[in-house]
């Protein structure tokens, strides 16, 4: 166990180890958003009285989803950061927090456009959708607290400890829909019960929310890879991975 | 004890003989209090309606304004160092001086609120919920921006990023207060949002201080 952590924290490992993992996580990605695209767009029923407008749902709550995710994964990277130290969870912090940033606002965008037929209008300012917007400018942020810093590790630091405040906005969100009922429905899925949508379209559902996760993993570790690059640019073993094995002599 | 008490003696003298300083906010305050209702119109009615919302916007402002200012001359002249270096615990320093800021932000605003509530029209019924809400929403934005306050002391242009950082966590504070003074005002009980400000001010008095002494540790090791 602590053989692995230490590891973790070890560039080179994780830019090899991360590799790996790619070139079997990609093609799964990349089958299961086809898959689940294709049955959740073309083959799930038609909703009675949505109509077929209620499909963006396959892209609205997998989105959703990984931003609430992708804070805690940054939070949490963040945390690491600051208790152990460790090179890879300011990465990884960093890393995700333009990701995270980037599936919130695909959220917000295909719940507004949702929200044109269901509800008549782009926008409310409902609880969950102020939340979310909310979660947007926490994301922010800690990407422009990140950046003012001359210093990376000071800044990585910073961002850290705001990104740590921020998780006490999160249960807020997640819970908003159920604490205050408002036009924002409450959550379909729970894992206590059965969801309270048909079978043949929560199934598709389910493998989206699959697919996303996996499709934020592998753009947090191919942005991780890269930034690890970047970062190591001046070592030997970066030096030897892009010359080949003869220019670590130089 | 006798360091954080010496510490709120000193950050109050400070204030006292820099007085532009303290009033500046609260000018703000008066100032932005006239353009609503020249920009809304000065209809009593619409007024009454939106005061709740407006004042609890320039009540956020202004402590915002306030706080860019609650590290700054101590990081520069390097008693902020000073401070870090000292055995006594680093979060009771981080907590008085949220204190001090409320003491010389808050507690004027919460003086000159019923003056301002008069001029928006706002019904007097809703007077008392108002001073509660504000006591308990301007303390817990006073721990708030002391967290964001610390993490921006020595970066360039700081302001405007502590602005950014720290208004996505205001807007639990502005949704509780400005909720409790609507109810107020339409003669609803206003218990359950004060509760919850209590309950924020808790959780922040409780957290907030342990933040900000390590934003203040980080900002001193840049410097």
Redesign the interface.
């Known amino acids: 166990m602590w053989s692995f952590f230490h590891k973790l924290g070890s560039p080179p490992w994780m830019y090899r180890i991360s590799g790996t993992i790619l070139t079997w996580l990609l093609p799964v990605t990349i089958v299961l958003l086809a898959w689940g695209a294709i049955w959740g767009l073309l083959y799930a029923p038609e909703d009675f009285r949505q109509g077929n407008s209620y499909r963006i749902i396959y892209i609205h709550v997998p989105a959703s989803a990984i931003s609430l995710a992708g804070y805690y994964v940054m939070a949490i990277a963040g945390a690491t950061s600051l208790i152990w130290k460790m090179k890879m969870a300011d990465i990884a912090m960093r890393c995700a927090a333009p990701i995270g940033a980037a599936f919130t606002f695909l959220g917000l965008l295909s719940g507004a456009i949702w929200g044109k037929p269901t509800w008549g209008t782009y926008w409310v300012w409902d609880a969950r959708v102020t939340s979310m917007l909310v979660l947007f400018f926490l994301y922010v942020g800690v990407l422009a607290l990140y950046e003012a810093w001359d210093d990376e590790a000071l800044g990585a630091k910073a961002a850290a400890v705001l990104s740590l405040v921020g998780t006490v906005n999160i249960p807020i969100i997640y819970k908003s829909v159920d604490w205050w009922f408002s036009l924002h429905q409450p959550a379909t899925i729970k894992f206590t019960e059965a969801p309270s949508m048909h079978m043949d379209m929560f199934q598709p559902l389910l493998l989206m929310i699959v697919a996303f996760y996996c499709l934020f993993t592998c753009s947090l570790l191919l942005s991780m890879r890269s930034e690890i690059l970047r970062r190591e640019s001046t070592t030997g073993w970066v030096r030897k991975l892009l010359l080949g094995e003869g220019a670590g002599a130089v | 004890m006798s360091l954080a008490t010496g510490l709120l003696r000193r950050q109050l003298l400070l204030a006292a003989r820099r007085p532009a300083q303290v009033l500046s906010p609260l000018i703000f305050f008066a100032m932005v209090v006239m353009l609503f209702p020249l920009g809304l119109g000065p209809d009593p009615r619409q007024l009454a309606e939106f005061a709740p919302g407006v004042f609890w916007i320039i009540a956020l402002l202004s402590t915002l304004m306030a706080a860019e200012d609650m590290f700054r001359s101590d990081y520069e002249d390097g008693s902020l160092e000073q401070l870090v270096l000292m055995p006594s615990p680093l979060f009771i320093s981080c907590l008085v001086y949220a204190f001090a800021h409320w003491l010389l932000t808050g507690l004027p605003l919460l003086l000159m609120a019923p003056l301002f509530a008069l001029m928006l029209q706002m019904p007097t019924s809703a007077l008392g919920v108002l001073l509660v809400s504000l006591m308990l929403g301007t303390a817990v934005l006073s721990l708030v921006s002391s ?1 964001g306050a610390a ?2 002391v020595s ?4 302001g405007v ?1 502590l602005s ?2 720290v ?3 205001y ?2 504070v502005l949704i509780f207060g400005s909720g409790a003074v609507a109810a107020a005002a339409d003669g609803l009980s206003a218990q359950a949002h004060l509760l919850i400000l209590a309950g924020m001010l808790s ?1 922040a008095v409780a957290l907030a201080p342990f ?1 900000c002494a ?2 203040v540790r ?2 001193v ?2 410097g």
């Open positions: 967290i993490l921006t970066v360039r242009r700081g990023l950014l950082l208004l996505p966590l807007v639990p959780l933040a390590a934003g980080i900002s090791d840049a």
